[in-house]
């Protein structure tokens, strides 16, 4: 008897487990403009698994609800990939990584005391539980960072360089509103400074549906 019922347990168990890695990573809430996956035009609706790749145009934009409740909006001329999306039976977010090659993209995170939320740049990669924040990878692969709410460690990706200066700081953490940082992989990390209200405006804009 104690068999079966232990047999049952791990059937249980198993299938949860199957069940949360087949869910969808994200699906699409709202598309301007041209945005694509794997060349495909994205429509409302659209599921989006681990490995999908986005892409948006000049007008571009797209807006994402993830299986943990977060909300993403990736800008005009952007590149995402959705590297990994985990959450657990209560959806609760185990990890989430995400690679901006370029552009621009705001997210809304939702509170975790344990699960992990890590967006990867070329140039550097920012670490979250729960906030509301923007990345942007600009034309010379650049990484600009400002936080709306909560707190953002943003690490720059450095290379080894022969520079006579000392280097920034590589690690930089955002812990007040509008606080922002620009990192590059040969200097580092510039130190927390609140971004003006225009340069917010003129961010958020890129983002809105309105």
């Excluded at 948006?56 to 959705?82: H, K, Y």
């Excluded at 939320?117 to 906030?131: D, I, L, Q, S, Y």
């Excluded at 942007?136 to 520079?163: C, K, Y």
């Amino acid at each position: 008897m104690g068999t079966v019922v232990g047999h049952s347990v791990c059937l249980a168990a198993l299938l949860a487990c199957l069940s949360a890695s087949a869910a969808p990573a994200c699906e699409v809430m709202a598309v301007r403009g041209q945005a694509t996956a794997a060349g495909r035009g994205l429509v409302q609706g659209d599921k989006l698994d681990e490995g999908t790749v986005l892409k948006t145009g000049a007008q571009g934009r797209v807006r994402l609800r993830c299986g943990d409740g977060s909300t993403l909006v990736l800008g005009d001329n952007s590149s995402l990939t959705l590297e990994k999306f985990e959450v657990g039976p209560d959806d609760k977010r185990i990890a989430a990584k995400l690679l901006l090659e370029s552009g621009l993209l705001g997210q809304k995170v939702a509170a975790s005391t344990a699960g992990s939320w890590e967006v990867r740049t070329p140039t550097a990669v920012t670490a979250v539980r729960g906030t509301e924040f923007v990345v942007e990878v600009n034309a010379e692969q650049l990484t600009e960072v400002n936080v709306q709410s909560g707190q953002v460690d943003v690490e720059a990706l450095l290379v080894p360089t022969r520079a006579l200066h000392p280097r920034k700081p590589s690690r930089v953490s955002l812990d007040s509103p509008k606080a922002g940082t620009k990192c590059s992989q040969f200097t580092g990390c510039t130190e927390s400074a609140a971004w003006s209200a225009e340069r917010i405006k003129s961010t958020q804009d890129r983002l809105s549906f309105d």
